[in-house]
């Protein structure tokens, strides 16, 4: 079973950058037969989705709230989907989990069949 796994949060100072990474625990799976996402979960709130990528790369989504500040990326040859944050807010501060889910094409959340287990990003001076 594909097993994902992020990387890259930490602590960054409001204006400041963060690369998040998603990418499988195991050499057998190949991202490049999933769709990505990206989705955020701050404490006590619902989840929600950031950004998502299709399985080619060629079509990406972005919640309002992150549009020209974040950006998603595939490498599909280094098996690894990517979140480049840029001009982190204090309202970014959440946990960042990335999902896979079969197919070409981006899904809505609960649609997504595979979750790593979170990267926590916290923005704070």
């Known amino acids: 079973q594909l097993q994902l796994v992020e990387s890259g949060g930490g602590l960054a100072q409001p204006g400041g950058s963060l690369r998040l990474s998603c990418s499988a625990s195991s050499s057998r799976f190949t991202l490049d037969r999933y769709a990505i996402g990206w989705f955020r979960q701050a404490p006590g709130k619902e989840r929600e ?6 399985s080619s790369g060629g079509g990406k989504n972005y919640a309002n709230f ?8 595939r490498d599909n040859d280094e098996n690894t989907v990517a979140l480049q944050m840029n001009s982190l807010k204090a309202e970014d501060t959440a946990v960042y989990y990335c999902a896979a889910r079969g197919g070409r094409l981006c899904v809505p959340l609960y ?3 595979y979750w790593g287990q979170g990267t926590q990003v916290t923005v704070s001076s």
Request: charged share 30%; aromatic share 12%.
């Open 49 to 54: 989705e950031v950004s998502c990528i299709t």
């Open 66 to 73: 992150v549009k020209g500040r974040f950006t998603i990326s």
């Open 111 to 113: 649609e997504y069949e």
